[in-house]
């Protein structure tokens, strides 16, 4: 899987596009065959918009942490306890997003034997610009040869780019606009920092995203989704003659707690709208940090997700207790008359282990507690494993993919959990995504099993994750001396020293994964 090499041969196609704008507007006309997830979230509009098919490419070389912290000369346990990582994917100047979109996405439409004739939208979310006005979907158009009416651009906003680029796609095969074709998305990002605490946060990869209608993770309703917007500085890249950003890391972790908490607060608020649970219920539950059978999160390093999913028990601490802080202001207003017949009205206590000061606090003074943060740990472990293990099992050992993050949790997940054939309908998976500056957005897709009326593909679950294999393929990569990385670090950065023309010198024989799978 490496870059793209020339014409690519496609075997049997699908319908070509009218074909199969008519068989998806046949089987989508009306509501699809009731399925386990339409069964228990009965909301939504029957068409099932979600995702079809993941592809994922990774460089081929990877870096142990438990070796680049030896090599660093840092404590034991710096990187792979302090930040939760087992490895990171390195590559040099002989690779680009350019070439590693191309990779990914000819990987997709060959595995799933795609007709590149049967898609109407591509879209790329990077942050890794190889050209500051051409934009890599347009370079993607090599892959469609007799397809030029496709859809899409690429969009930039740090991490969040991908997530942008697949909410256009799901709210174009929502519309009325679609014209039954597919959509795809291409998430694709190398990470790279410069000497100091970030570099062990390096990583590189690009995730290929099928989608389409009657889908096996569906956005069942479209509204379960909050989005947070704010303008700040935690991460950013003015200086144009350099891959490295400008990170401010306490900040970037306050701002990415800031983004979770509102994102999932104002989420929350809402499922439970739609689910008719009002703030007095009594007969229903809250959607809460354990509702979901499955969380996915953008991981710029694992041990920043298991806090953040932390902080999601923390705000069902703060709301349970805001509740009951109503609860007895109401009480200590009934007549004297009740009261006197022995009504205890007692105060709300503090719910589990945490400290009852930690809950009533303004919110932004609780994110340095060292203390709490070991509760939040603590109460949140078991869940943590049971929830979020499988989705960052990838990203542990190929490191930061920015805008790829969250798509390779979610290949993860697929991979990890639908190989073990747990990922069944009716199941559930919530995705927070993250970029700085800040844009982020919490949505919630649904396991389902798709049905056919025999004139539409139907994609599952579990062929999606007989195509990923991606624990296997993961296992198969070569690791380097952690020298390898400055050594890659450094061509990358002569390659945007010197501009075009360039000729690698990174070594890449017997290194890069095949072309084609």
Same mark, same amino acid.
């Not at 350099?242 to 509102?262: I, K």
């Not at 007095?280 to 953008?298: P, Q, R």
């Not at 959990?417 to 990922?423: C, Q, V």
């Given at each position: 899987m490496t870059?793209?090499?020339?014409?690519m #041969?496609?075997?049997?196609?699908?319908?070509?596009?009218?074909?199969?704008?008519?068989?998806?507007?046949?089987?989508?006309?009306?509501?699809?065959?009731?399925?386990?997830?339409?069964?228990?979230?009965?909301?939504?509009?029957?068409k099932?918009?979600?995702?079809?098919?993941?592809?994922v490419?990774?460089?081929?070389?990877?870096?142990?942490?438990?070796a680049?912290?030896?090599?660093?000369?840092?404590?034991a346990?710096?990187?792979?306890?302090?930040l939760? +990582?087992?490895?990171?994917?390195?590559?040099g100047d002989?690779?680009?997003?350019?070439?590693?979109?191309?990779t990914?996405?000819?990987?997709?439409?060959?595995?799933?034997?795609?007709?590149?004739?049967?898609?109407?939208?591509?879209?790329?979310?990077?942050?890794?610009?190889?050209?500051?006005?051409?934009?890599?979907?347009?370079?993607?158009?090599?892959?469609f040869?007799?397809?030029?009416?496709?859809?899409?651009?690429?969009?930039?906003?740090?991490?969040?780019?991908?997530t942008?680029?697949?909410?256009?796609?799901?709210?174009?095969?929502?519309?009325?606009?679609?014209?039954?074709?597919? #959509?795809?998305?291409?998430?694709?990002?190398?990470?790279?920092?410069?000497?100091?605490? $970030?570099r062990?946060?390096?990583? $590189?990869? $690009?995730?290929?995203?099928?989608?389409?209608?009657n889908?096996p993770?569906?956005?069942?309703?479209?509204?379960? =989704?909050?989005?947070?917007?704010?303008?700040?500085?935690?991460f950013?890249?003015?200086?144009?003659s350099?891959?490295?950003?400008?990170?401010?890391?306490?900040?970037?972790? /306050?701002?990415?707690?800031?983004?979770?908490?509102?994102c999932?607060?104002?989420?929350?608020?809402?499922?439970? =709208?739609?689910?008719?649970?009002?703030?007095?219920?009594?007969?229903?539950?809250?959607?809460?940090?354990?509702?979901?059978?499955?969380?996915?999160?953008?991981?710029?390093?694992?041990?920043?997700? +298991?806090?953040?999913?932390?902080?999601?028990?923390?705000m069902?601490a703060?709301?349970?207790?805001?509740?009951?802080?109503?609860?007895?202001?109401?009480?200590?207003?009934?007549?004297? /008359?009740d009261?006197?017949?022995?009504?205890?009205?007692?105060?709300?206590?503090?719910?589990?282990?945490?400290?009852?000061?930690?809950?009533?606090?303004?919110?932004?003074?609780?994110?340095?507690?060292?203390?709490?943060?070991?509760?939040?740990?603590?109460?949140?472990?078991?869940?943590?494993? +049971?929830?979020?293990?499988?989705?960052?099992?990838?990203?542990?050992?190929?490191?930061?993919?920015?805008?790829?993050?969250?798509?390779?949790?979610?290949?993860?997940?697929v991979?990890k959990?639908?190989?073990?054939?747990?990922?069944t309908?009716?199941?559930?998976?919530?995705?927070?995504?993250?970029g700085?500056?800040?844009?982020?957005?919490m949505?919630?897709?649904?396991?389902?099993?798709?049905?056919?009326?025999?004139?539409?593909?139907?994609?599952t679950?579990?062929?999606?994750?007989?195509?990923?294999?991606?624990?296997?393929?993961?296992?198969?990569?070569?690791?380097?001396?952690?020298?390898?990385?400055?050594?890659?670090?450094?061509t990358?950065?002569?390659?945007?020293?010197?501009?075009?023309p360039?000729?690698?010198?990174?070594?890449t024989?017997g290194?890069?994964?095949?072309?084609?799978?």
């Open positions: 870059s793209h090499t020339g014409a #041969a496609v075997g049997a196609t699908v319908a070509g596009g009218i074909a199969l704008r008519q068989a998806f507007n046949r089987s989508n006309s009306k509501d699809t065959k009731t399925t386990t997830a339409s069964t228990t979230t009965p909301r939504g509009n029957g099932n918009v979600g995702i079809l098919a993941l592809e490419y990774t460089p081929r070389t990877y870096i142990s942490q438990t680049l912290e030896e090599h660093s000369g840092v404590s346990g710096r990187y792979t306890l302090g939760g +990582q087992e490895g990171l994917a390195v590559t002989a690779e680009d997003v350019n070439s590693m979109a191309l990914v996405t000819h990987s997709l439409l060959e595995k799933y034997n795609i007709d590149p004739n049967s898609v109407g939208r591509l879209e790329v979310g990077t942050e890794t610009l190889v050209d500051k006005s051409k934009s890599t979907k347009t370079v993607l158009m090599d892959l040869p007799n397809n030029t009416d496709i859809e899409g651009a690429t969009v930039i906003n740090a991490c969040y780019g991908g942008s680029a697949l909410l256009n796609a799901f709210n174009w095969v929502e519309s009325d606009a679609w014209d039954g074709r597919y #959509a795809i998305v291409v998430a694709v990002d190398i990470a790279t920092y410069a000497r100091g605490p $970030a062990p946060t390096c990583g $590189a990869g $690009a995730v290929a995203v099928l989608v389409g209608r889908a993770l569906a956005l069942v309703d479209p509204r379960e =989704r909050a989005t947070h917007a704010s303008n700040v500085y935690d950013f890249k003015p200086d144009h350099v891959e490295y950003p400008v990170v401010n890391g306490a900040l970037s972790q /306050e701002c990415y707690y800031r983004a979770l908490e509102d999932y607060s104002k989420f929350c608020d809402r499922v439970d =709208r739609l689910n008719g649970v009002v703030e007095e219920s009594t007969d229903k539950e809250h959607f809460n940090a354990e509702t979901a059978d499955y969380f996915v999160f953008h991981a710029p390093y694992n041990k920043l997700v +298991q806090k953040s999913y932390g902080r999601m028990h923390f069902d703060r709301r349970k207790y805001a509740k009951d802080l109503v609860r007895k202001d109401s009480e200590e207003k009934k007549d004297d /008359e009261q006197q017949q022995g009504e205890n009205t007692k105060p709300p206590q503090s719910p589990g282990l945490i400290a009852k000061e930690c809950l009533t606090k303004p919110i932004e003074e609780t994110y340095s507690d060292k203390a709490l943060e070991g509760t939040l740990k603590s109460i949140s472990k078991a869940s943590y494993i +049971q929830r979020l293990s499988d989705a960052n099992a990838a990203s542990k050992i190929v490191g930061n993919t920015y805008t790829a993050s969250v798509f390779l949790g979610l290949a993860s997940l991979d959990a639908g190989s073990r054939g747990d990922l309908a009716g199941k559930t998976a919530v995705v927070f995504s993250y700085s500056g800040a844009l982020a957005t949505y919630r897709l649904h396991l389902r099993d798709p049905t056919s009326n025999g004139s539409d593909r139907v994609f679950i579990d062929d999606m994750a007989k195509k990923l294999d991606l624990s296997a393929r993961l296992a198969t990569r070569e690791e380097v001396h952690p020298q390898e990385l400055d050594l890659a670090l450094e990358r950065a002569r390659m945007h020293r010197g501009g075009a360039y000729s690698p010198v990174y070594p024989i290194r890069m994964f095949p072309g084609k799978s």
